[in-house]
């Protein structure tokens, strides 16, 4: 497996580098500092596939809504195997889904898992060597991890168990690692059925809120990484490090969380504008009319009109709504205009002579 050597020291550098910086708080050779070594890496790889574990929840959204159209499509090109290839692969691309990225987060996750067992299986004292203390006892290089790196890992402890031991470790390497085989195998156990249990939760925490049909081909496929993955790490698991259960079980309760708040953001509705339902509250008493006789409706006081303001001047001249009318201009006295003489008043005149 040199061809992955590459990938081992690009792990080892991480992990010692970060290892670095928890032993100036709990200590060089503590299990802790080793222990959140591995769950920040844990959390860190998790923080980069985060774009495409988004992704992997859209695809399996648009998986399951096209499902009905690829069930139509698989009854029309029954028997034409070709044509209905070409049809499918046009619908996905129409609904942007991709059948091959459901599990790419998992893929990408794999080489970390590999890089992390092969590394802290091998943290171990050579065989027939007595000074388990010292350095000279351990392998000068592991995968990038120098021989001082190598005697911090194998003296470091969880719950006084070696986290590079396993369920399946001999009495003999865990005598010369400092630890003893009940123990061992209790946490071993005990972190084996965890990560089994989250698991499954996980993947039934993902089916539960997508809500596929239970006859289409992506249920189906569901189901089986719902009972088969937990199965399978039951099994595998009583092989695995200590340093390597921890990194699964933190995945798996990262994934949970992870997936919990952006389906839960993805189901969330679009804010808009608050419509208030005209009627009554639903289940409100509805108001009844007063009892006894209908009061009479209280006729309106009356008001005397105003009287229209006269217009200032002489006469009683009424100005029409249109506006003023202008006053005729006088005419002028004078010879060229004589004053006439007034016929009623000379008659008058000569009745009272008489």
Known sequence: MSFLNPLYHAVAFLLTGIHKGMAHVFGANSGASWALSIVLLTVGMR??????????????????????????????YKNDKEKLNQEMMALWREAGANPFSGCLPLVLQIPIFISLFHTLREIKPISHCTAITTAACYPKNIAGFS???????????????????????SHQILHALGGSQGSTRTLALILTVLMGATTFITQRQLMARNGPAADTA???????????FPLLFLGYGFYFPIGVLLYWLTTNVWSMGQQAIVIRRMDAPEEGPVVTPAGPAVGAKPKLPPRGPTPKPTAAPTVPPTPASKPSGTGDVVLPPGGAISAPPPRPSGPTNPARPNPNRSKKRKKGRR
């Open 147 to 169: 021989q001082h790196d190598i005697l911090s890992a194998a003296r470091a402890k969880i719950f006084n168990v070696p986290i590079s031991a396993s369920f399946k470790t």
């Open 218 to 228: 992506m249920a189906q496929q569901q189901k089986i990484l719902l009972y088969v």
């Open 47 to 76: 923080l980069v596939l985060f774009p495409v574990f988004v992704k992997q929840i859209r695809n399996q959204r648009a998986m399951q809504a096209i499902q009905p159209k690829m069930k139509e499509l698989q009854a029309k």
